[in-house]
């Protein structure tokens, strides 16, 4: 099709390009899964499985993309981060986030299909993702949109574990449950799975208080590394040791543990 008298229409495109030397965070979430949940019948309030599914293809989708250093996700949810100096697709934001929504959801259904093989996808349900793309001009900000996530997990648990206590150990209603939590601070919720069901919310798994942490682990002697100041050459080699370096898995704090972020000095570079 190239020089055609048609060509002149590929000039109405328009193309955002993420500003340069920011943090990008990429976010997907499951379209409806709410509904997904309820017609594949997860467990409630959390599924194990279907979190190894979302946490398999996150993995899957960073192992794709090597300019993601870390991700978090818990329910239909995960956030990428990539490095500062990312130059995936020029950062343009289109390519970025189609490509994003596209691999998250492509990935669910292959480990869907290693998780449930009880459980086939139906056509009239499939798992689609949206994804949007956020730039920050500092670290601290990465902390802190990190922490946002853990938060909004650990309260959306709190809140699902008392309510699906109340309504499968309590007798009540799915309305009579909601009814009892409105206006309840978490210590009141605390207490309630205490007091009425003997359940310490200390002692749940961690994987549902905290959500999941993938780390791409680098090592110290990657980290010390300035990149403005390498030949192309070097540069194809850091990102050879990025694309070989493992990806772990942690249900930790992110929020109080300071450790973990400063041990990972990579991360900011
Ligand atoms: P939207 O399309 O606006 O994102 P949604 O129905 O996906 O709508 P979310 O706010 O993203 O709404 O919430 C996802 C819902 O999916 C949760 O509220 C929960 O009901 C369900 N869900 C996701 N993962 C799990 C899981 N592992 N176990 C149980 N339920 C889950
Ligand atoms: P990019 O990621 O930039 O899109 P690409 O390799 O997908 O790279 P395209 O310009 O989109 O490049 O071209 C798609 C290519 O896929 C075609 O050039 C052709 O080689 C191949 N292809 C797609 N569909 C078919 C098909 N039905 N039969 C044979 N080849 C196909
Ligand atoms: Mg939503
Ligand atoms: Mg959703
Ligand atoms: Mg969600
Ligand atoms: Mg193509």
Same mark, same amino acid.
């Given at each position: 099709m190239a020089n055609s008298r048609f060509e002149y229409v590929k000039q109405f495109e328009r193309e955002h390009h993420l500003l340069p030397d920011t943090y990008i965070v990429i976010r997907v979430d499951g379209k409806g899964f709410h509904k997904f949940s309820e017609e594949y019948k997860? +467990?409630?309030?959390? +599924?194990l499985r279907a979190l190894q599914v979302m946490n398999r293809a996150a993995q899957a989708v960073m192992s794709q993309f090597s300019d993601v250093l870390m991700a978090y996700g818990d329910s239909d949810e995960y956030s990428f981060l990539l490095r500062k100096q990312c130059s995936l697709y020029e950062r343009r934001e289109m390519k970025l986030i189609t490509m994003f929504a596209s691999s998250i959801s492509t990935n669910y259904y292959y480990y869907w299909n290693e998780e449930f093989p009880e459980k086939p996808l139906k056509q009239s349900r499939l798992p689609n993702f949206d994804a949007r793309a956020v730039t920050y001009p500092n670290f601290s900000l990465i902390r802190d949109y990190f922490s946002w996530r853990q938060v909004d997990c650990h309260i959306n648990n709190l809140y699902n574990t008392t309510f699906w206590t109340l309504v %499968?150990?309590?007798?009540?209603t799915p309305k009579e449950a909601e009814n009892k939590l409105i206006g309840t601070v978490a210590s009141d919720k605390n207490e309630i799975l205490f007091s009425?069901?003997? !359940?310490?919310? =200390?002692? @749940?798994p961690e994987i549902f208080k905290k959500g999941t942490i993938l780390m791409r682990e680098m090592t110290q002697e990657e980290s010390?590394?300035? @990149? %403005?100041? &390498? %030949?192309s050459r070097q540069k194809q080699r850091i990102e050879k040791k990025r694309k070989k370096a493992e990806i772990k898995t942690y249900h930790e704090d &992110? !929020?109080? =543990? @300071?450790n973990f972020w400063t041990s990972r000095p990579w991360l900011s570079l």
């Open positions: 997860f +467990d409630k309030p959390n +599924d %499968s150990k309590g007798g009540m009425q069901f003997g !359940i310490n919310y =200390n002692n @749940e010390e590394v300035n @990149e %403005s100041e &390498l %030949s &992110l !929020i109080t =543990n @300071e």
